[in-house]
């Protein structure tokens, strides 16, 4: 059981007023609220251990190292990696994937071959794949999402083909909450020897995550939507694979030596931590995931289902309501559309009750293709939302409804 009241004091933010009304914080998908604890660290670095890393012999630069490479230790714990060079810090999940596209494609990949992708990736997982099919002339191919909103698993078997060299999807949609088979997914890919990275971005944040229980070659996910700061994320990736790939950023921190006539690359994970790291991100990051880890991933994963079935079923007496994504795995995404009322309209009048949501294609326009919309309104939730949030959005959306 979660102390929601004590949960909510943590997040100074969810006490403010917009518009003279109480804040209703249902834009979780897009990036979650900091516990004051991840804040007072960021200052506390600042203040007390704030040095570069690394290269330094004096006392603060140690200390910096130290904190660092403990929050690396920090994060493989979490998502339960085998050995802290596997984890490699990035800006968040979208550098994450672009680095094993440039370099997977460049090391792994000859025009022709193939990666499978889906029908309801977010663009962090589309274009830099095409950016690389048009540079090495590689192939994408799509995985269909059926009409309640979750892979076609049978047409993922058909896809693969002799020249299929990896597998790229999500493990949660940031549209239709569809939770997908990660691990069956896998298992598959992997039955063909095909490897498979996994976007954890939205999933990450609301399950318990165990890399090496799905056997997952890369896992990718954001600080910022785990309570953490902007600007630090995390690719996780199998020893053996993050060896076979080249240095994606040149420069200094990854190098083992240097000259004009050769110039060796250093160990993992520096190898792909060119420049000076976001160390002040990575010790805050790792204070997040002690925050979460405290209250429970399955604690919480169990109170946001509870919060999603509620507002899922108050959302259905609503006339006219059609919610994309109805399967019966889904993390806390609500993505609807109330008749023909145009998703921007809902948002802003929505915004004017103090309920902040998205609205628009939510960075999936293939998958609005899919699904025959221009956009929808997202309400996404967190342990830190409750049932008399949704009641206030509930009736908000009632009186939207009313004013078309
Ligand atoms: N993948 C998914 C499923 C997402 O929901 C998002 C962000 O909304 C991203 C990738 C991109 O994350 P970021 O912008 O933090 O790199």
């Known amino acids: 059981m979660l102390d929601i009241p004590a949960i909510r004091s943590d997040f100074p933010i969810l006490s403010r007023k917009v518009y003279d009304k109480d804040l209703i914080y249902f834009?979780?998908?897009?990036?979650?609220?900091?516990?004051?604890?991840?804040?007072?660290?960021?200052?506390?670095?600042?203040?007390n251990v704030n040095a570069n890393i690394h290269r330094g012999v004096h006392f603060l630069s140690q200390a910096a190292t130290e904190a660092h490479e403990e929050a690396r230790r920090t994060v493989q714990r979490f998502i339960n990696a085998g050995d802290p060079k596997e984890i490699v810090f990035t800006r968040g999940t979208t550098e994450s994937i672009n680095l094993v596209a440039s370099t997977f494609a460049d090391a792994c990949m000859q025009p022709g071959d193939e990666?499978?992708?889906?029908?309801?990736?977010?663009?962090?997982?589309?274009?830099?794949?095409?950016?690389?099919?048009?540079?090495?002339g590689i192939a994408v191919k799509v995985v269909p999402v059926t009409d309640n909103g979750e892979l076609d698993m049978e047409?993922?078997?058909?896809?693969?083909?002799?020249?299929?060299?990896?597998v790229s999807l999500t493990h949660v949609s940031n549209v239709l909450g569809t939770i997908n088979p990660v691990k069956e997914i896998i298992a598959e890919?992997?039955?063909?020897?095909?490897?498979?990275?996994?976007?954890?971005?939205?999933?990450?944040?609301?399950?318990?995550?165990?890399?090496?229980?799905?056997?997952?070659?890369?896992?990718?996910?954001?600080?910022?939507?785990?309570?953490?700061?902007?600007?630090?994320?995390?690719?996780?990736?199998?020893?053996?694979?993050?060896?076979?790939?080249?240095?994606?950023?040149?420069?200094?921190?990854?190098?083992?030596?240097?000259?004009?006539e050769k110039t060796t690359f250093g160990e993992l994970p520096f190898k792909f931590e060119a420049g000076t790291p976001d160390y002040i991100g990575s010790t805050a990051l790792a204070r997040a995931l002690q925050y979460v880890s405290g209250l429970g991933?399955?604690?919480?994963?169990?109170?946001?289902?509870?919060?999603?079935?509620?507002?899922t079923a108050r959302l259905q007496e609503i006339e006219g309501v059609r919610i994309f994504g109805t399967s019966p795995h889904k993390g806390a995404?609500?993505?609807?559309?109330?008749?023909?009322?145009?998703?921007?309209?809902?948002?802003?009048?929505?915004?004017?009750?103090?309920v902040a949501v998205r609205t628009g294609h939510h960075c999936a326009q293939p998958l609005m293709q899919r699904l025959g919309?221009?956009?929808t309104v997202r309400a996404s939730f967190s342990f830190y939302n409750t049932k008399e949030e949704i009641d206030v959005f509930i009736d908000a959306v009632k009186r939207v409804a009313a004013m078309f």
């Open 27 to 47: 834009d979780n998908a897009a990036t979650t609220q900091k516990p004051r604890c991840v804040v007072e660290k960021i200052e506390a670095d600042y203040y």
């Open 115 to 136: 990666v499978i992708l889906s029908q309801m990736e977010h663009h962090s997982n589309i274009v830099p794949w095409q950016i690389q099919a048009a540079r090495k």
């Open 155 to 166: 047409a993922f078997r058909s896809l693969f083909s002799g020249r299929t060299r990896l």
């Open 189 to 260: 890919a992997h039955r063909r020897q095909v490897p498979v990275l996994i976007d954890g971005a939205q999933a990450v944040p609301h399950l318990r995550v165990d890399v090496r229980d799905l056997d997952a070659d890369f896992y990718v996910f954001s600080g910022h939507k785990i309570y953490g700061p902007t600007g630090i994320g995390v690719l996780y990736g199998k020893e053996e694979w993050l060896d076979k790939l080249p240095p994606y950023q040149g420069g200094g921190e990854m190098i083992a030596s240097v000259s004009f």
């Open 297 to 311: 991933m399955d604690a919480i994963a169990a109170y946001e289902d509870e919060l999603l079935r509620y507002a």
């Open 333 to 354: 995404v609500l993505s609807f559309l109330v008749r023909d009322i145009h998703p921007y309209d809902m948002g802003m009048l929505l915004d004017r009750f103090g």
């Open 373 to 375: 919309v221009e956009g």
